[in-house]
């Protein structure tokens, strides 16, 4: 691929744009070690014209938040018929919408905790007292929140005190307008890495999350040695191959392409049950990914330079005789 140049994307305007810049730079130094020509581009009011004058072989998304993973940046790919990797727009879009992917799976008999997904309009117009009992009646406590559009958890925490809520959802509902509140299931927390190849989706070692803090939030995701990791998951057979199967079929139930990292809790009876699914994984040194890769005994780099050579074939119009 040493004759082709294919742009990283990463930055942007979101409140993840250090994440992203972090996981640019480390995909971008792991496809140059498997000697793939690489240029780090930010997504800016430049990108426009330069994906135009400066067209890319390939572009490969490292951008997180609504920028990268809701579909806007794919849709402009798509218009100026730039191969790049990763899931099209449409399927971004359910995947980005926390309560949109969950129905979907709980639709095909997959199991994810029960939710309610409600607006900060409904707090204000119904009395926010009323409407937060009537949300402790119907999933108990403890409560997991979370804004219904996100990543890097961000405003999502854990509620175990009924005291605590207004203050909970206030601190939810300042990255976003609505807010996914889920019952709490209790467990081991991982997160299965899905990639393709020739054969189709291939589920990674499922990397087990074990904070210091007991919730996996922003902090604890992205500041080193606040989490412990088990590359694969202390988990038996039956839980292993129990999440495998849930993060290969929320991939193909939700239309996903080439990788996607799907979050899930193990409950003590062995049930997987579904969190959520990001289309568009972190890559930094504390981000899972990674992790499941090398636990698979392969390589960052040559995943990705793998992946982009399909982006670039899919582009390709077949030949006709």
Same mark, same amino acid.
């Given at each position: 691929m040493s004759d082709l140049c294919v742009a990283v994307l990463a930055g942007g305007?979101?409140?993840?744009?250090e994440v992203s810049l972090r996981s640019g730079r480390?995909?971008?130094a792991a496809l140059r070690s498997v000697g793939v020509a690489v240029e780090e581009w930010d997504a800016d009011a430049a990108l426009m014209t330069r994906l135009r004058t400066e067209r890319p072989d390939a572009v490969i998304i490292a951008l997180h938040g609504d920028q990268g993973e809701g579909?806007?940046?794919q849709t402009v790919l798509e218009l100026l018929d730039v191969p790049f990797v990763g899931s099209d727009s449409h399927a971004c879009r359910q995947a980005w919408d926390k309560p949109t992917a969950k129905a979907e799976l709980a639709r095909a008999g997959l199991t994810t905790p029960d939710w309610v997904v409600l607006p900060q309009s409904t707090f204000r117009e119904l009395g926010a007292q009323a409407v937060l009992d009537?949300?402790?009646?119907?999933?108990?406590?403890?409560?997991?929140?979370? !804004?219904?559009?996100?990543?890097?958890? *961000?405003g999502a925490q854990v509620v175990r005190d009924a005291a605590d809520l207004p203050a909970a959802m206030?601190?939810?509902l300042a990255y976003g307008n609505t807010v996914l509140a889920e019952r709490f299931v209790a467990g081991v927390e991982v997160a299965v890495t899905v990639v393709e190849d020739e054969s189709g989706p291939v589920a990674l070692p499922a990397v087990e999350i074990v904070p210091e803090s007991g919730v996996y939030d922003y902090t604890s995701r992205y500041t080193a040695g606040l989490t412990d990791f088990h590359t694969p998951a202390r988990l038996d057979d039956r839980a292993a191959a129990a999440v495998a199967e849930l993060a290969v079929a929320a991939h193909r139930l939700l239309g996903l392409r080439d990788v996607s990292r799907t979050d899930a809790i193990v409950a003590a009876d062995?049930?997987?049950?579904f969190l959520e699914v990001n289309?568009? !994984?972190?890559?930094?040194?504390?981000? *899972?990914l990674p992790m499941a890769i090398e636990a698979a005994g392969r390589s960052l780099g040559d995943i990705y330079a793998g992946l982009t050579e399909r982006a670039i074939a899919r582009a390709v119009p077949p030949l006709r005789n």
């Open positions: 305007l979101t409140h993840e744009r480390r995909l971008s579909g806007s940046i009537a949300m402790v009646a119907r999933l108990g406590l403890p409560m997991m929140l979370k !804004p219904d559009q996100g990543g890097s958890a *961000l206030v601190d939810c062995g049930t997987a049950h289309s568009s !994984p972190g890559l930094t040194e504390t981000s *899972l």
